[in-house]
């Protein structure tokens, strides 16, 4: 009985999808602007990218969307999956020539 | 609906062309192990084919593949383009002294290429957001592997990086934004979005729809590299291989301008009113045309100015580029039809004169390693011809008659001062003439000061000379005969119903 009530309650709706969503995607840029480490960077990349997939799916179950965002949702995914491995690669090459992989140390190019 | 699928094939054959060369080019990396630039000739050979089914795509105006894309004079007008660029970056390649040191290599080079020329293909056909964002994402992977390939370099390992870190931030933020438009218009094609836009915006949404806009704004601004996103472009351009550089500044360019044009004209404005300020007003809240108009003005400041102190030629030309996006931005601000055709007109004098300065750097590069000013001493007196073709390539971009940059700008100045934004064209006038003095400095160098004592003259090759030529001739002519081309930008931006 009371977990009925609770339900009703806490009905999830769009509403918190989207805030759940857009404090996500906060904490990623937070962690973009932030951390130093090339890899954290990219965690918070994840992050956004994820917050997008949730507002997708939010809108297809609670609008007239249908399945066109679950479809913009795995182009998205299988795209974070690429640009990681694109991404590590690049780093595993930086930590090769620099030795380190803390962006404030890798500034050769400046003017 | 399989009908529909085969005619958009049909359709959509030069892009099917770049898909078969890479594969091939795959192969032939594998079979043919000792004729190491195969690849680039199967590139060469795939993007003549590609030009071939492009050209017959001029006065097409069809919608494929349940409106993903569309196949129209526009369309055909930048894949030319981006083709033409990436047929002379091919040849620049073939003779990049940069990628001989990888040449067990150099067919993944060319397979990546043409993994971003097919994206830069994709992206100015698309008409649907989910090809928008596959599209940008191919070319931005394929770029970004790019400018990382010469990775025994510091610098380029180091431009790749900060590359993949702006460019993956930056598109994260513009699909975050590209999520909230569908959300809320319910639909994923650009005409649908812009018919759900116009119907009305309910005004608890106006808020997160105007800052999923924003987002997109910064996703394309970076790629089109404008203030305040051109962060990355300076150390990009200069520490990829100068092959690389082209492409990025000249074809990336290109490409993010006609995705640019086509998705913001489409979906944020009316084309009923037949242009002019009041076409922004579909998106109410913030004034789109100011906000472009204040990041194109910036564009020119920094752009121009930041290059003024600048004593490496890529870093110079890098910020050159981004004063560029800034004049080819002042086009989609007036948003008219003269303005849109002024600007496409631009990027087609562009291509010419910004990748034969990037060659003559490169050939320069080749023989002596050249990269800062001070190498350039004396340059006019070792090497007559390539001097006289980088000063010709400087003054058509600083916009000075008898080349193509004149008339270029001419068009696209006269069509902001006939939309009324005049403060915008004395920001880009007085900043076109700040330009004059870092290009005429490079001119200044090579003829005025001595070369180092004993300096022999530089020997190029007979099809270096041809190339030259080539970029020449055309940055020259479009300077005295120009109307056909005006003419097809004029008929090309007819789709917008300008």
Known sequence: MGILILNSIFQPGLVHFLTVSAILFSLGLMA???????IMVLMGVELMLNAANINLLAFSRFTGLGLDGHMIALFVVIMAAAEAAVALAIVLNVYNRFKTI???EISQLRG | MAEQTLQSIGLYLPEITLVLALTVIILADLLAERFRNAGGWILLTGLVVAGFFTFRQFGASESIFFDMAAVDTYGAYFKSMILLAAGFVTVFSLRSAELKAYASRVGEYYMLLAGMVLGMLMMVGSTNVLLIYLAFEVTSLSSYVLTGFTKKSPRSTEASMKYIIYGSV?????????????GFTGATGIYEINAALSGGIASDQLLLVNLAVLMIVVGMGFKVAVVPFHFWAPDVYEGAPFPVTSILAVGSKIAAFGLLTRFFVITFTTATDGGGAAGWSVVDG???????????ALAMIVGNLTALRQTNIKRMLAYSSIAHAGYLLMGLVVLTGQGLAAMMFYLFVYLFMNLGAFYVAMLFSNATGAETLADYR????????QAVSLTIFLVALTGLPPTGGFVAKLFLFGAAISAGWIWLVIIAGITTI????YYIRVVRVMYFEKPDEGAEPLRFSA????VLLLLLIPTLALGLYFSPLMDLSRAAVAIFGF
């Open chain 1, 32 to 38: 973009v602007l932030s951390k130093r480490n090339v």
């Open chain 1, 102 to 104: 803390n962006l404030d």
């Open chain 2, 378 to 385: 004396g340059l006019g007196h070792r090497a007559p011809l």
């Open chain 2, 170 to 182: 930056s598109s994260a933020v513009m699909i975050y934004g590209i999520s909230l438009l569908v």
């Open chain 2, 434 to 437: 700040i330009s004059l003095f």
């Open chain 2, 286 to 296: 913030i004034r789109w045309d100011l906000l472009l108009g204040a990041m194109a």
């Open chain 2, 463 to 466: 099809d270096t000379r041809v």
